[in-house]
């Protein structure tokens, strides 16, 4: 009995995860931006009710991006002026008390203009 009550209790939360909304982006355009412009992401569950923040991250540093638009399947953000050049993850906060990090498996690569 107690053997059936576990098997139930995990098909429960196995059910309670396959159901939830996780916020994911699937693709970005342009992959390669510099400062002061805007990507596009496109992926599931990006509204602002799921949600709060978006962020590039190298591991180590989090640049918090400046979201101009926000819709289920899209985000609108740009570029900080004060961002270094690099390849950056994505990451979204959740709206969640206390947010969850979500590193994404999308890349975007930050670039500055050569000073001739």
Same mark, same amino acid.
């Given at each position: 009995?107690?053997?059936?009550?576990?098997?139930?209790?995990?098909?429960?939360?196995?059910?309670? !995860?396959?159901?939830?909304?996780?916020?994911?982006?699937?693709?970005?355009? &342009?992959g390669? =931006? #510099?400062? /002061?412009?805007?990507?596009?992401?496109?992926?599931?569950?990006?509204?602002?009710?799921?949600v709060?923040?978006?962020?590039?991250?190298?591991?180590?540093?989090?640049?918090?991006?400046? !979201?101009?638009?926000?819709?289920?399947?899209?985000?609108k953000?740009?570029? &900080?002026?004060? =961002? #270094?050049? /690099?390849?950056?993850?994505?990451?979204?906060?959740?709206?969640?008390?206390?947010?969850?990090?979500?590193?994404?498996?999308?890349?975007?690569?930050?670039?500055?203009?050569?000073?001739?």
């Amino acid at each position: 009995m107690k053997r059936a009550m576990f098997l139930l209790a995990g098909l429960v939360m196995l059910a309670a !995860v396959a159901f939830a909304q996780v916020p994911v982006i699937n693709t970005i355009d &342009p992959g390669e =931006a #510099k400062p /002061g412009e805007v990507i596009t992401a496109v992926g599931v569950h990006l509204e602002s009710a799921k949600v709060s923040e978006v962020y590039l991250t190298d591991g180590i540093n989090d640049i918090k991006m400046v !979201v101009v638009e926000q819709k289920a399947e899209s985000l609108k953000f740009k570029i &900080p002026n004060d =961002a #270094k050049a /690099g390849v950056y993850n994505l990451m979204l906060a959740t709206v969640s008390n206390p947010p969850i990090l979500l590193v994404q498996p999308v890349k975007c690569t930050v670039t500055h203009t050569e000073v001739e």
